[in-house]
């Protein structure tokens, strides 16, 4: 593929780097992070915008950005029915006016300041930049261990399963040009317009059928290993999101056997 390099928007109307932050009650992280990303935008000479796309919250987070908006010009809320975080991320994905496009974790497990390494890569003509715990130069912190077991299990059967060219596919730090984004997450089939309400916190491998969807559209892809702290009040749950991220990674298999992803090449 020919290799593209972005160019940088400075007027007013037209963001350089839009950033979707997905939340489902975050009364508690979410005003600290928001704070960290929009002063972190203000410290660049580009336009900018953050998307905070609320997953039907029980608690005090709507109210709390609304109270936020009118101080800050480019921060925007979107308000979802509880579907989950691909949902989510989806909805502000494709909301985002940016040239390019982040999605990151409420908590900011991975510092904002990090995005730096994820568009030097879009610089030298990648179309999506995903960030990665793993991989020599990336740092974990405060990890339990049987998270980090966790993780490297499934991540072996999506590399047999799924897509067999990354190290870290579930990183919630990822970034994209604007109209590669676009493209990818229009496409989705297993968290697109059809998908449920739900009851409580449900984190989804929506990222591996985006990343699937990625290579058979012939985009380029580069994984770059990034700083990442384990949260305290992470909302992973052992039991019940190990088997709903099995359960994506085998409908990705199922759908291209059935020939549903079939349209998707380029």
Not at 60 to 80: K, Y
Not at 113 to 131: F, K, N, Q, S
Not at 217 to 228: K, S, T
Request: with cysteine.
């Amino acid at each position: 593929m020919h290799q593209r390099r972005m160019t940088i928007a400075t007027s007013a109307q037209e963001a350089y780097l839009s950033i979707v932050v997905p939340a489902y009650n975050e009364e508690r992280r979410l005003p600290a992070s928001l704070a960290r990303i929009l002063c972190y935008l203000d410290e660049k000479p580009y336009e900018g915008e953050v998307i905070v796309v609320d997953d039907g919250s029980e608690d005090r987070t709507v109210e709390i950005i609304r109270g936020l908006l009118p101080r800050h010009a480019n921060l925007r809320l979107m308000e979802n029915d509880h579907r989950g975080k691909g949902y989510a991320v989806r909805t502000g994905m494709l909301a985002a006016q940016g040239q390019v496009v982040l999605f990151c974790d409420a908590d900011l497990a991975v510092p904002i300041e990090e995005t730096a390494r994820l568009l030097a890569r879009l610089e030298e003509g990648y179309d999506v930049v995903i960030g990665s715990r793993e991989g020599l130069g990336a740092r974990r912190y405060g990890e339990p261990w049987y998270r980090h077991l966790m993780g490297r299990i499934f991540n072996f059967l999506v590399r047999i399963i799924a897509v067999g060219h990354f190290q870290d596919t579930q990183c919630g730090f990822k970034c994209f040009r604007g109209e590669v984004a676009r493209d990818l997450f229009s496409r989705l089939r297993l968290y697109g317009d059809q998908a449920p309400t739900i009851k409580g916190a449900a984190l989804t491998a929506f990222d591996v059928e985006m990343l699937f969807l990625a290579l058979k559209r012939g985009y380029r892809v580069a994984e770059v290993p990034v700083e990442w702290h384990y949260g305290l009040r992470s909302k992973v749950n052992p039991v019940t999101d190990s088997i709903r991220h099995f359960r994506d990674v085998l409908a990705v298999r199922i759908n291209e056997w059935r020939g549903l992803y079939r349209e998707q090449e380029r």
